[in-house]
C-alpha cells in the first residue's frame, strides 16, 4: 500500500523567515496531495492541496510543489508568522471506485520564534 | 452545519468496557471516514461510509471495532471490551462527494482506556 514519507519532523525558523516540508510517497498511482494544519486539541484543518495534473498551486502565503517523476511534493510558507506554529501533515490519497483514504505523513512540528 | 462535530470530546474508559463515538458530519456529506490518530503520529484510516454503506473497513484493528451509519448521515464508531493500545484520538471526516475530495475533520474524541 501507499507509504508518505515527512520530512523535518521538528522545524524551528525565525518569524518572517520561509519554513519548507518536504513528502515522498510511494505508490505512483496517487493523485491528490493535500496538507492540513492541526493545531493543540483540534482536528486537521485544509490549508492547500495539489492534483496529479498540477505542478505547483500557491495560496497567499503558502504554495505547494509536485514532482510526480520522484514522487515527491513540499509545502512552502514565506514570511512566517507566530500563529503558523503548529503541526503540519502531508497525505496522498488514490481515488479508487469512490473510496480516498488519505494516507498521511507523520507530521512536522513548526515553531516560529517572535 | 458548520462543521463536522463529535462527541464526547474526551472519554475515560476502564480496561474491559465499551465505549461509543458519535459523529455528526457536514449535513450533506456523502463521504464519511473514521481516522485513529496515536500521540505523536498521523492520522490512520480505519473505515469509509459512502451514505450509509459500509464500503471499506481494512482499517479497523480488530473485531472489538465496530462503525455504522445507518440513515447516511450520522456515524458511531463502538470499541468492545477497551484496551490500552486503543487509547488514541479518534477523528471523523466528511467530504461533500464520493472520488476525490476535500475531507474535513471534526475536532476528534480522546479515548484514554486505563
Known amino acids: 500500500g501507499e507509504n508518505v514519507e515527512q520530512h523535518p519532523s521538528t522545524l524551528s525558523v525565525q518569524e518572517g523567515d520561509s519554513a519548507v516540508i518536504k513528502c515522498t510517497y510511494s505508490?505512483?498511482?496517487?493523485?491528490?496531495f493535500p496538507w492540513y494544519k492541526q493545531e493543540l486539541g483540534k482536528g486537521p484543518q485544509l490549508i492547500i492541496d495539489?492534483?496529479?495534473?498540477?505542478g505547483e498551486k500557491k495560496d497567499q502565503r503558502i504554495a505547494v510543489t509536485l514532482n510526480k517523476t520522484a514522487k515527491h511534493f513540499s509545502l512552502h510558507i514565506t514570511e512566517t508568522q507566530p500563529e503558523d506554529s503548529a503541526v503540519y501533515f502531508c497525505a496522498a490519497s488514490i481515488s479508487s471506485a469512490g473510496n480516498t483514504p488519505l494516507v498521511f505523513g507523520k507530521g512536522t512540528r513548526l515553531s516560529v520564534i517572535a | 452545519g458548520a462543521g463536522v462535530s463529535q462527541s464526547p470530546r474526551y472519554k475515560v474508559a476502564k480496561r474491559g468496557q465499551d465505549v461509543a463515538l458519535r459523529c455528526d458530519p457536514i449535513s450533506g456529506h456523502v463521504s464519511l471516514f473514521w481516522y485513529q490518530q496515536a500521540l505523536g503520529q498521523g492520522p490512520e484510516f480505519l473505515t469509509y461510509f459512502q451514505n450509509e454503506a459500509q464500503l471499506d473497513k481494512s482499517g479497523l484493528p480488530s473485531d472489538r471495532f465496530f462503525a455504522e451509519r445507518p440513515e447516511g448521515s450520522v456515524s458511531t464508531l463502538k470499541i468492545q471490551r477497551t484496551q490500552q493500545e486503543d487509547s488514541a484520538v479518534y477523528l471523523c471526516?466528511?467530504?461533500?462527494?464520493?472520488?476525490?475530495?476535500?475531507?474535513?475533520f471534526g475536532p476528534g474524541t480522546r479515548l484514554t482506556v486505563l
Open positions: 505508490d505512483s498511482a496517487s493523485n491528490y
Open positions: 495539489i492534483r496529479s495534473n498540477v
Open positions: 471526516a466528511s467530504s461533500r462527494r464520493t472520488g476525490v475530495d476535500t475531507q474535513y
